[in-house]
């Protein structure tokens, strides 16, 4: 009796444990950013969004920015994160939601295509701070929606949406 009872309590002290872990990433802060278009003909011609954040506060935080379709499907394997600006993008990860962000450091995520696609876009922006789990406001962004036209090879951005009507969140 004594030994199916320890049995049991490692069982549920090991699925709590699992639960807890997975449900690490507890949001201060979030918001949406809409009407974002993602397609890819070619390398000539495609159109990807990129949203580009910018910590304000004196600590780092943690961001998780989840893409969905049109069908609500994420979009995740698409996703990158860069820091650096233009002519010396440096990536951070790719494939993935969940980034760092260092206190007034910015970062860039977008999707790149890999493959034909053709989509309406959407992102949940989140993030939090274990450094100041009390700290209410920490991103400011924007999206933007850069192409690449087919034939004369241009590459220009031709959307700029704030995120929050440009309001800390």
């Known amino acids: 009796m004594k030994r199916i009872f320890t049995t049991i309590l490692f069982l549920v002290l090991s699925f709590t444990h699992h639960a807890y872990a997975q449900s690490s990433f507890i949001p201060q802060g979030s918001a949406i950013a809409s009407n974002l278009q993602f397609y890819y003909q ?3 011609g495609y159109t990807n969004p990129t949203l580009f954040l910018t ?3 004196n600590v780092p935080i943690q961001c998780r920015v989840t893409f969905y379709d049109h069908d609500g499907n994420e979009l995740t394997r698409y996703a ?3 820091t650096g600006g233009i002519n010396s993008w440096t990536t951070v990860n790719t494939g993935t939601t ?3 962000i260092p206190a007034k450091g910015s970062r860039r995520h977008g999707l790149m295509p890999n493959g034909k ?3 309406i876009v ?3 922006v989140e993030w939090m701070s274990e450094a100041d789990p009390k700290l209410r406001k920490a991103l400011v962004g924007g999206a933007d929606i850069h192409r690449r036209d087919y034939g004369g090879g241009l590459s220009y951005s031709h959307a700029k949406i704030m995120i929050n009507n440009g309001e800390p969140f």
């Open 42 to 44: 070619s390398d000539n």
């Open 55 to 57: 910590n304000i506060s």
């Open 80 to 82: 990158r994160t860069q």
């Open 98 to 100: 969940d980034f760092e």
């Open 117 to 119: 696609i053709f989509a």
């Open 122 to 124: 959407h992102a949940t």
